[in-house]
């Protein structure tokens, strides 16, 4: 029984330690809000602000949201916003794809992400509601071609949601803000719909 058990903490130890190898280091490049599924219905877990470092755990096959972790928050945000330094310049994740930056292809199920993120939560009540929605498809959004991508190639037709401001193009650079990584956020907390 002992060695079972022993076996069981060695085999999760490393299962815990495969998956935190996936994590990729990030930033943010707007004033961006996490939300507790990858659609803007879902409710928003905080607002990440412009040039916040963070960690995408993985992101939905046509890397239209992606499950990251900020300030000790776990939540979804729009991929378009999340970006990575590469070779000393910051490039946008749709630009370079998940391979590129070996981060998985991950699934959303709202029950075991909720069970495991947010009890507790002033929202977690309203879980039933949640369990059973179904995140629509991001409009203005197509999947990421396959082979080498050309930078900007999802900007065809691209709109972003209501109340954001467009994604930045090539050159962005990490603003400081006072506070450093994780420093205060904006005074106007707008939400991706234009909402306070």
Partial sequence: MRKLKLMGAVLGATLMGAA??????GYSTANVNMRAGPDIDFPRVDLIPEGSPLEI??????????????????G???????????????????????????IPVVRF????????HYVGRPWYGERTRWYGYKPR???????????????????????????????PEHGWKRPDRPGGPGGPPPPNRFDDRGRR
Avoid at 20 to 25: K, N, Q, S, V
Avoid at 109 to 116: E, I, K, P
Wanted: charged letters at 20%.
């Fill in 109 to 116: 199920a709202a029950n075991d992400y909720w069970g495991r």
């Fill in 20 to 25: 935190a190898a996936h994590a990729a280091p």
């Fill in 76 to 102: 979804w945000v729009i991929s378009e916003y999340l970006a990575f330094q590469r070779r000393g310049d910051y490039v946008l994740l749709p630009d370079v794809g998940l391979s590129a930056l070996r």
């Fill in 137 to 167: 498809p991001r409009q203005n959004w197509h999947a990421p071609p396959p082979g080498k991508r050309q930078p900007g190639w999802w900007r065809s037709g691209y709109q972003p949601y209501g109340g954001m401001k467009p994604p």
């Fill in 57 to 74: 755990r993985g992101c939905l096959r046509d890397e239209s949201w992606c499950d990251v972790i900020w300030a000790g928050n776990r």
